[in-house]
Nanobody
Framework: QVQLVESGGGLVQAGGSLRLSCAASGSIDSINAMGWYRQAPGKQRELVAL???????NYADSVKGRFTGSRDYAKNTVYLQMNSLKLEDTAVYYC??????????????WGQGTQVTVSS
């Protein structure tokens, strides 16, 4: 089991920046990919950024050039640097981690979620 604890959410003006952090504990060595999802009011949860272990970050088209995801393996932590924030970035942001069992079944772990609100 992997536990994920997030921090860094809050209220920010459009055009501003915010940095989210997520610290993992538990079965750290079993983690493959880590990343971030978000869910805006009235919308489905969507992938924001995903980082496979030892690989480069994959981004949703809507955040490319504005958001940067990164991992610090020594600290068991994943980050999301959000720049040039827009009103439509307002959402609950969830830290994510996954692993594959020997059966091939994917197991996902989720953080508690942190609110990001972008104001005009």
């Amino acid at each position: 089991q992997v536990q994920l604890v997030e921090s860094g959410g809050g209220l920010v003006q459009a055009g501003g920046s915010l940095r989210l952090s997520c610290a993992a504990s538990g079965s750290i060595d079993s983690i493959n990919a880590m990343g971030w999802y978000r869910q805006a009011p009235g919308k489905q949860r969507e992938l924001v950024a995903l980082i496979p272990k030892g690989g480069s970050t994959n981004y949703a088209d809507s955040v490319k050039g504005r958001f940067t995801g990164s991992r610090d393996y020594a600290k068991n932590t994943v980050y999301l640097q959000m720049n040039s924030l827009k009103l439509e970035d307002t959402a609950v942001y969830y830290c994510y981690a996954n692993r594959y069992a020997s059966s091939g079944l994917l197991y996902a772990s989720w953080g508690q979620g942190t609110q990001v609100t972008v104001s005009s």
